[in-house]
C-alpha cells in the first residue's frame, strides 16, 4: 500500500522568503509523485510531478521538488515567496500500473506575511 | 481545461434522503474518479471507472455507489445520506501522457448532510 506524510499542516512564511513543504512518501513499487495546489474554493491544480529520470523537477509558478529515493521524499521549494502562493499544497503518490490512483498527503495550508 | 464539470455544485440535504452527484467530461477519457476532501485528510478516493459498466472501489467506499452508462458521465450516489459524508467531492478525469496519467479535476461539489 501508497501513503504519503505531509510534515506541518500549515506553514508561515514572509513575502520574499524560502518556502519549503515537506512530503515523505511509501510505496513499495516505484512511485509516481505529484504536488497539486488547491486556491479557495476551487479544484486542485498540478504543480509539478515526478515519473521518471532527473530527479529535480521544475513545475509552474516557481516552484520544484527533488526526488530523493533514499529518504522518501519529495519536498516542494520555491526560492522566494510571492503573497499570491498563498493556498493548500497537497502531496499525492501514484504506481505505474493501470488507473494510477492517487494517494494524498493532509495537506499544508501556506500563508504568506506581507 | 480538461472540460470537467460537476452538478449540483452546492447541496444541503437531510440524513437519510438519497443523493445523486453528477459528473461530465466532454473528451471520452477512459479513466474517472470520485474523491472526498475533508480537512486533516487531504483528498481520499472513493470509486473510479476505468471504462463504462466498469468501476472499482477505492479507499473510502463504503455507504457510496457508482455508475457509468456512458463515458461522459460518472455518477456518484449516496443511497441514505449520512451526516459523516458531508464533504466536498471532486471528479477528476485522467490524461494519458506518454507513461503516466495526468489527473485533472472538476470544481468540486459541496455537500452539506443535516
Known amino acids: 500500500a501508497q501513503s504519503v506524510t505531509q510534515l506541518g499542516s500549515h506553514v508561515s512564511v514572509s513575502e520574499g522568503a524560502l518556502v519549503l513543504l515537506r512530503c515523505n512518501y511509501s510505496s513499495s513499487v516505484p512511485p509516481y509523485l505529484f504536488w497539486y495546489v488547491q486556491y479557495p474554493n476551487q479544484g486542485l491544480q498540478l504543480l509539478l510531478k515526478?515519473?521518471?529520470?532527473?530527479?529535480l523537477v521544475k513545475g509552474i509558478n516557481g516552484f520544484e521538488a527533488e526526488f530523493k529515493k533514499s529518504e522518501t521524499s519529495f519536498h516542494l521549494t520555491k526560492p522566494s515567496a510571492h503573497m499570491s502562493d498563498a493556498a493548500e499544497y497537497f502531496c499525492?503518490?501514484?504506481?505505474?500500473?493501470?488507473?494510477?490512483?492517487?494517494?494524498f498527503g493532509q495537506g499544508t495550508r501556506l500563508t504568506i506575511n506581507p | 481545461d480538461a472540460g470537467i464539470t460537476q452538478s449540483p455544485r452546492h447541496k444541503v440535504t437531510e440524513t437519510g434522503t438519497p443523493v445523486t452527484l453528477r459528473c461530465h467530461q466532454t473528451e471520452n477519457h477512459r479513466y474517472m474518479y470520485w474523491y472526498r476532501q475533508d480537512p486533516g485528510h487531504g483528498l481520499r478516493l472513493i470509486h473510479y471507472?476505468?471504462?463504462?459498466?466498469?468501476?472499482d472501489k477505492g479507499e473510502v467506499s463504503d455507504g457510496y455507489s457508482v455508475s457509468r452508462s456512458k463515458t461522459e458521465d460518472f455518477l456518484l450516489t449516496l443511497e441514505s445520506a449520512t451526516s459523516s459524508q458531508t464533504s466536498v467531492y471532486f471528479c477528476?478525469?485522467?490524461?494519458?501522457?506518454?507513461?503516466?496519467?495526468?489527473?485533472?479535476f472538476g470544481p468540486g461539489t459541496r455537500l452539506t448532510v443535516l
Open positions: 477528476a478525469i485522467s490524461e494519458v501522457r506518454g507513461s503516466y496519467n495526468e489527473q485533472f
Open positions: 499525492a503518490v501514484s504506481d505505474a500500473r493501470g488507473a494510477q490512483k492517487l494517494v
Open positions: 515526478y515519473t521518471t529520470g532527473a530527479t
Open positions: 471507472s476505468y471504462g463504462v459498466k466498469d468501476t
